[in-house]
């Protein structure tokens, strides 16, 4: 178990909820806050913000591998330096959306992609840190992420089982034992058919954490899943309406679906309960609709046991079924009425 700011991350607590917002906000403060207020009114336990310059993140080069030519992105035909400038997060912006967050009861952090933006968010008291899949294996950063001592949730999308073990020593080795793997398929979207959420219980037990999901398909079954297969945090890219557009909003969730995203997790939670067997509490009342043996005729005393006049009907307050052949042919030692349940002590 993990705790950012008083709220505690584990397998015997609801999942923790992360509304992403990214560069949903399309360059717009009062947006922004909109996104803030949506993502309280639906539940979300936290906002994520994203901090860095398109300078901090890449080069203003627009040729050779800076373009994004892949013909199946969401980006093709931007530059890196493109993307990034219109994807950004104000540096200014950060303090009146946390500000909102906070007022609305909402955990607001953010994901740092260089040390200057460490240092900023540290100005600002981040209760807590991320690192995106794509800076996994950028050690000198997470060392230094590390070293503040606040609580930290890693997307692992991309990484081996060796560079995720370099990225856990790593945060080991700086003092910090608060952190969260997320078990990430790094394509905009993903697809459940390559989520692969039955790597959450390995990575538990491989690398002895909370493990979550950082969800990047529609809707919410892989969040599901994850669920129950353990996952304890959900992170999901979050916007006002896909419609409106923006960088992330093809694969973004809108308000009544992360209302519904936090229904179902908790549901999917509270149905984990324990290993099981036998009548529980709450089923105690339904033993009556089990069959059981009856007498099905009037019988007067000495008569025998047949196929007509006893019965495996419900309710089950009579002889188990398993009983029937055993009773065929005995007598009955008494006057029994059509209705008796049947005991051992009706039988000669």
């Known amino acids: 178990m993990i705790e950012i700011s008083n709220i505690k991350i584990g397998l015997n607590h609801k999942p923790f909820i992360i509304a992403e917002m990214s560069g949903n906000h399309n360059q717009s403060l009062d947006r922004a806050l909109e996104i803030v207020e949506a993502a309280a009114e639906a539940g979300a336990h936290a906002l994520k913000l994203q901090t860095y310059t398109a300078d901090t993140i890449t080069l203003d080069v627009n040729e050779g591998e800076f373009l994004i030519k892949d013909q199946k992105s969401l980006w093709e035909g931007k530059s890196l330096y493109e993307l990034y400038e219109e994807a950004h997060t104000p ?3 950060h303090k009146p959306i946390m500000k909102r967050a906070n007022e609305l009861g909402v955990l ?3 994901t740092p992609f260089d040390d200057t933006a460490v240092d900023y968010l540290e100005d600002l008291n981040v209760p807590a840190y991320k690192i995106a899949s794509f800076e996994n294996t950028h050690l000198p950063l997470i060392k230094k992420v590390a070293s503040t001592g606040k609580p930290m949730i890693i997307s692992t999308g991309m990484a081996s089982v060796a560079e995720m ?5 790593t945060i080991r080795d700086a003092g910090c034992e608060q952190f969260v793997l997320l078990k990430c398929t790094s394509t905009y979207p993903a697809t459940p058919e390559n989520s692969n959420v039955l790597t959450i219980p390995h990575m538990r037990k491989l ?7 950082s969800d990047h398909t529609m809707g919410i079954g892989s969040s599901v899943a994850a669920v129950a297969h353990g996952a304890t945090v959900i992170e999901k890219h979050f916007t006002l309406n896909r419609a409106d557009g923006g960088v992330d909003s093809a694969f973004s969730m809108e308000p009544e679906e992360m209302k519904q995203l936090v229904v179902e997790a ?3 939670w509270q149905s984990l309960g324990q290993i099981k067997y036998g009548t529980s509490d709450v089923e105690k009342g339904s033993l009556t609709f089990r069959r059981s043996l009856y007498i099905a005729e009037d019988m007067k005393k000495g008569e025998v ?4 006049n006893l019965r495996i009907v419900r309710p089950g307050l009579g002889l188990a079924p398993k009983y029937y052949d055993t009773l065929l042919g005995r007598k009955v030692n008494c006057d029994v009425k059509k209705g008796t349940a049947v005991d051992w002590g009706l039988i000669t």
């Open 91 to 93: 540096w200014e912006w």
């Open 108 to 110: 607001c952090f953010s």
């Open 165 to 169: 073990d370099e990225t856990v020593q």
């Open 207 to 213: 690398f002895n954490c909370e493990v979550g999901l």
């Open 266 to 268: 908790e549901r999917s």
């Open 305 to 308: 046991l047949t196929e007509e």
